[in-house]
C-alpha cells in the first residue's frame, strides 16, 4: 500500500536526479598519452561539450567521472585507482581510445594493463585515436545510461 | 511525614489528575480549537501585514531571493558569456535553448551527490565552514541601501564601517576551512587567501574612507545622497579605478584568484570539499562578488540615484542599483575572459606598490578638495 503511493513521488525525484546527474557530468580527465589533442578539440571551439553541461574540472573531489586517455603502464593503474577512490559515489569511467580499452598497440607489453581490470568502465570509446565526434558520442552514451541507470531504482528491474 | 511518603503522595495526585481533570483539559481544548485556527491565522495574518517591510527586505531583495538569483544568473551568464568569448556556445541541451536549467542541474546534482570527510580533517570546522562561507557576506549586504528608505538593517549611521567590519571577517573562514581540512594543498591556498585579502583589503578601507571624507558622513544613505549634484566616480576617479581592482582581487576572479589556481594547487583550499559542501564555497564567492560590488556601486556610481539628463534628475529607483549592478557584472565577467591569471608575487606587488600609494594619494586629493569646498 504504502509503496503504491510512494512510487510515483519516488519517479518524480528519479527523473529530476538523473536529469541533473545526466546534464552536469564533470570529468577529471587522465591524460598519459597522444588521444589527449583529440580531447582537447573536445572542448575546443569546433567540438563544444559544454553544450552537453560537461565542465571539465581539475580537482578529483568534486567530480563525477573520470575520462581515461592514453597508456596506463602497471605503475600509473595504482594512480587511476586513486583518483578512482577519491570521487564522490555517483561515478563514472570513461575509457578512451584503443590503449586504456584493450592495450592497443602495446598488447604484448610486459608494462601496460587494460583499465577494466582496475577500474569499473562505463562507456569505451574505440580508434586510434578517436575522433572529437567519437569522444562527444561517447559522452551522449554516458549520458543515456545515467538516464536509464542511476536512479533510487537502479538495478532492481 | 517522610520523603517517600511524599513520593507516593504526589504519584498517587498525578494518577488521579490524569484520571479526572486531563480529560476535561483536552476537550475543552478540542472544544476550543474552531475558534483558536482562526485567531491564530489572524495573528499570522496581522504580523504580515505589520512587518511587510521588513519580510520583503529578508525574503526578496537585498536577502535571500535577490542573493540566491544573484548567483544562478551570475554563474550562468558567466559560463554562457565566457564560451561566446571563446567561440563556443555553451550550455546548450540542459533547457530547451541557452541551457538556462544548468546551475539547477548542477546544483541538484552535487546536492544528492556523496560528500568526502577527510579522515584528518577537524570536523566540526570542516561541516561549518561551507555554512558560515556565504553567510558573512550575505550579513553585510543587508546594510546596503537599495532605496533611501530600504535599508534592512539600520546601524545607526555607522553603516560603511560596520559594512567593512563584517566583511573582513569573510577572509578568517577560509583560512580555517583550509586548516580544517588538512590537506598541503588547502592549508597553501589558505595562506594565499590570506596574503590577499591583507593587499587587497587595506587599498579598499582607504578609498573607502575618502569617499565617507567627500560625503562627510558614515552612513551609505548619506554617501548616496551626497552624490546627487555629481557621482564620486569624478571627483575621486583614482579611487573609483583602485576601488575597482580592489573588489575583483576581493572576490578572488580571475585576474586574482590566486588561492584557488587549478594549475598549481588543485583547486586551493575548496580541494577537499566535495558534493554539496562545494556548491556552498561556490556560491559564497558570488555573494562576497555581490556584497563588494554593491558597496562599489553605493560609493562610486551613486546607488540608486538615476542619472540625470540634461539636468533633469530621473526618479530614484532600486531599478538603478540593478542596472548599475548588471553593468558592473558584465565588466567583470569581460576582464575573466581577457586576462590570464597573474603569479602570487605578482599580485602581491600589484596590492601593495601600486593600489596602496593610489588609494593614499587618493585620500590626500580628497582632503584637498574637502579643504577647497570649505573655503
Redesign the interface.
Known sequence: MAERFAAPIYGVIDY??T??????IWPVHFVTGCCSPEFMQVS??RF?M????V?PF?????C?CIMVVGVISRKMGERVKYLYE?M???KFVVSVGACPTGRGPFYDSYATVAIDDLVPVDVYIPGCPPRPEAIIHGLMLLQEKIRKECGFHAGKE | MDVVTLIWLYILGLVRWLLKEAPLQVINFIRSLPTLIPELLKWLWDFIWFNFKPLAQIIVIPGLAFILLFAMIAVWFERKFLARAMLRIGPYYCGKRSGWLQVIADFLKLFFKEFVIPDDAEKALFLAAPVLLPTIPALAITLIPFDSNWVLFDAGGLSLPVFLAIAGLAPVIPIFAGWAANNKYTIIGSFRTAYLYVSGEIPLVICAAASALLAGSLDLVEIVEAQRPLWFAIPQFIGFLVFFVGLILEAERTPFDVPTAETELVIGWRTEFSGVLFGFTMMAEYVSFLGWTLLFIVLYLGGYLGPSLLGVPLYDHIFWMLLKLAVVVVIVVLIRTVYPRLRLDQTLRLGWNYLMPLSLLNLFLTLILKWGLMI
Open positions: 529530476l536526479l536529469w541533473a546527474r545526466k546534464f552536469s575546443g571551439s563544444d559544454e553544450r552537453l553541461g565542465l581539475a580537482s578529483v573531489r568534486q563525477d577519491q564522490g559515489e555517483p
